[in-house]
């Protein structure tokens, strides 16, 4: 019955979506283009507010635990496991403070109103994972960028969303070349849960009444060796994930 339900939810809220990336997409141009970077910062974290919110129709809620003082004036590198696109909202909307660029897959740079064009235009990487040269090469701007700017590198080690909750082991190629080249940033290890839920069923219909919940760790300096680091990171975020089926 519930799933009957989503039919007609889903419809509505990719009508809500839609809308929403379509009305900012210029939006966000003006705000570039007019007054500049930080009008078009703030314009992408309300429009992800606004995405948010359109997956209310869908009876999805949010939880964002954060109980550490993170300072905004140095770099930082928010590592979290990753089980749908709808994680991405809520970082970019309760870390909006400390300016989040992704590394993402270069196809979501075209065709996709609001976002592709953020992704081109806010400084994120765009990596062509049957390029690792070029991956290479994106992943070292990202990590001078965020030292430059004390601004913050969102990465997804697993590399590929997890369908079920269940955390994937970590590929730690693209977290070293972060942490190498920008040497003064502070680590975030971020867990996702429930994300998932949201796509149970595929991409249509999509799944009711979801509680989506980030649980903020303990930040972690970048210091001795990097597979350690990254080990360490990757046990706190593996202990926060609670997969249910």
Known sequence: MLKLLSYPLTILFFICFGLVLVIFHPIQ????????????????????W????????????????????????????????HQSMYDIPPIIWFMRKYHPKFVSKIELGKGIPSVSFNLRNSGSALIDRKDPKQSI?????????IQKH????????????????EPKP???????????????ALIIPISINNSWKLLRYGKFPMGLGSFVQFKVH?????????????AEVEKQIVSGINPTK
Request: hydrophobic share 40%.
């Open 29 to 48: 141009w003006f705000c570039l283009k007019i007054f500049g970077y930080d009008a078009h910062k703030r314009s992408v974290s309300i429009l992800n």
């Open 50 to 81: 606004f995405i948010m919110a359109s997956t209310g129709i869908l009876g999805t809620r949010y939880k964002f635990e954060n109980t550490h003082q993170i300072p905004t004036d140095r770099p930082l590198i928010i590592v979290t496991n």
């Open 137 to 145: 090469e994106e992943l070292q701007k990202l990590g001078k960028y």
């Open 150 to 165: 004390n601004r913050s590198a969102v990465i997804f080690p697993e590399g590929t969303r997890s369908r079920t909750g």
């Open 170 to 184: 970590f590929r730690a190629t693209g977290l070293k070349v972060l942490m190498k080249h920008a040497p003064s």
């Open 218 to 230: 303990a930040p972690m300096e970048i210091h001795g060796n990097a597979d350690a680091v990254i």
